[in-house]
């Protein structure tokens, strides 16, 4: 029984160390999970925190002192309406076609006297006339508009359309393209008898004027 003493107290030390030890560990292990905590905290969802130095960056148009959104126009719109110009210009010069067909037939050039109202090849620049589209610049579907007007307001003689080929070979632009030309018949033996009608149909257009939407032309028949 003597060595009973030492040997309690020799327990109650490593009883104590144990005790210390345990807190030394739980210690550094509450000290990691309260960084991790901070870290998540810090980081949002799981994500690296966002340095001093790193600067948010509003949304276009969404920040503060943004502008108003304005509508735009859809991209490929200005093509669209070149196109349908395009497709526009391609059905007037297939009409434009089918009247010259319709003049060749039934109008051949055989060296007879014709009024001469209107010449146009397509991009032909006129300062002295207006197009259909507002300008002075003649297209496909303006030459057609115009061929059209003369037909519904000329009093008497049949109007025809002819390319300039037809009547006057090598009459091209500096293009290399022809003149759709529109004329009028009537009972011309000569040059003078087509400015006698002129005069008269075109009456209230001024006579210096006169001369630039009607004038005598001979078709002759291609040599």
């Known amino acids: 029984m003597s060595g009973a003493p030492w040997q309690d107290h020799a327990a109650a030390q490593l009883t104590t160390r144990a005790l210390q030890g345990l807190c030394a560990v739980l ?9 991790l905590l901070a870290l998540r905290t810090l980081g949002g969802t799981g ?13 276009p148009g969404t920040g503060p002192g943004a502008p108003t959104p304005t509508a735009t126009v859809p991209a490929g719109s200005g093509a669209a309406l070149v196109g349908e110009r395009a497709a526009a210009d391609e059905r007037a010069l297939a009409t434009l076609r089918e009247l010259r067909r319709q003049g060749l037939a039934e109008h051949p050039p055989q060296g007879q006297w014709v009024a001469q109202l209107a010449a146009k090849s397509v991009g032909t620049t006129d300062p ?13 579907t ?19 359309v002819l390319a300039s080929t037809d009547f006057a070979p090598g009459t091209v632009d500096a293009r290399g393209n ?7 018949t009537g009972p011309f033996a000569d040059a003078d008898d087509v400015r006698t009608w002129c005069d008269s149909v075109f009456a209230s257009t001024p006579a210096d004027e006169r001369t630039n939407v009607c004038f005598p032309e001979r078709l002759l028949p291609p040599s």
């Open 27 to 35: 210690g550094v292990v509450l000290v990691v999970l309260v960084a």
């Open 142 to 160: 303006d030459i057609l508009e115009q061929t059209r007007r003369i037909a519904s307001r000329t009093a008497g003689g049949d109007v025809f």
């Open 128 to 140: 002295v006339q207006t197009a259909a589209n507002g300008s002075s610049t003649f297209y496909a």
């Open 47 to 59: 994500q690296p925190a966002l340095g001093a130095d790193v600067v948010g960056v509003s949304a």
């Open 178 to 184: 022809p003149y759709w030309t529109t004329f009028a």
